[in-house]
């Protein structure tokens, strides 16, 4: 391998610029930015076919779209109302959906953090190769750490900040700056996943006779909330990456592939890996990088 007389690979400066759970994350938010689009768009044509046919607020929603299973009493007006409060539902759930990949995110990223770099429990990052341990078969066990991830996932903020602070004394203060609406945004979701948008307490009151009307989120304020989420995230990813997770990615797709190629001599070794991590969309390395990172594993 010494032949390859290559520069030594270095272990926590990453070669991607982001990790793979904000890859991931970031599929998630196409997605469902996919799906609004959708919706939206085909609530426009709908409202500007019924302008074609002339239809009035006071007709009749059936006959207007052509359906007998629509309630006769409905009109076009009460149609539409009820389409202006879907539109809020969707927003809510739209920012319930949001919120879940983000946390679903926070908890992968801080996942790969530990196992990339055990020695940051310890307060020592970048001591202790999580790469080694994983060769070694010494993996990091996710019982010994669960509960600090859960400290960053679960409860209020305020108390999330600290489980963060407690893990990453350094970590960069995009989540304090938006502490306030970091909490709207939890009671919020909690309220649309829990209660159907209700107000949670106020729906769990057996006195309430009727339901309380569903809360409203604007196109203004569900825009702000994703652009929250989205940024905290983005700042994140890249002081994980370049602190705690490196190239340990390209290092583990390597480490879970070798067994396959232990065989090979090392020409087919490489060529095996680099066509492997480019079929699994993780990066197309060049041919220098993916000889470091086989080297470096191997000296270990």
């Known amino acids: 391998m010494s032949s390859w007389n290559l520069p030594e690979l270095n272990r926590w400066k990453p070669k991607h610029p982001s990790s793979l759970p904000l890859r991931i994350f970031k599929q998630y938010d196409i997605e469902i930015w996919r799906f609004m689009a959708a919706y939206y768009t085909s609530e426009k044509f709908t409202y500007s076919q019924l302008g074609k046919k002339g239809c009035k607020w006071s007709d009749s929603a059936g006959t207007c779209f052509s359906i007998n299973t629509i309630e006769k009493s409905l009109t076009l007006k009460m149609w539409s109302d009820d389409l202006h409060k879907f539109d809020h539902w969707i927003r809510l759930n739209f920012l319930l ?32 190769d999580g790469i080694k341990l994983l060769k070694y078969d010494h993996k990091i066990k996710e019982k010994d750490y669960k509960n600090k991830i859960i400290d960053c996932t679960k409860g209020d903020w305020n108390s999330r900040l ?12 995009v989540i304090q700056q938006n502490l306030s609406d970091l909490e709207k945004i939890r009671k919020l979701r ?20 009727m339901i309380k009307p569903m809360q409203t989120l604007s196109v203004k304020a569900c825009s702000h909330y994703h652009h929250i989420l989205f940024t905290i995230a983005r700042n994140l990813d890249e002081y994980f990456l370049n602190n705690h997770i490196g190239n340990y990615e390209p290092l583990r797709f390597y480490h879970n592939l070798f067994p396959k190629i232990r065989n090979l001599d090392k020409g087919h070794k490489l060529v095996s890996f680099k066509k492997s991590i480019g079929n699994q969309k993780i990066d197309n390395f060049s041919k220098d990088f993916c000889r470091q990172i086989i080297i470096y594993y191997n000296n270990l």
């Open 190 to 209: 909690n309220d649309v996943a829990h209660a159907f948008g209700r107000d949670i307490e106020e729906s769990r009151n057996y006195e309430n006779v």
């Open 162 to 173: 600290n489980g963060f602070t407690q893990l990453f004394p350094n970590i960069p203060n």
């Open 97 to 128: 959906s949001t919120c879940s990949y983000f946390e679903t995110y926070i908890s992968s990223i801080i996942d790969e953090c530990i196992q990339s770099d055990p020695g940051m429990l310890f307060g020592v990052s970048n001591t202790i």
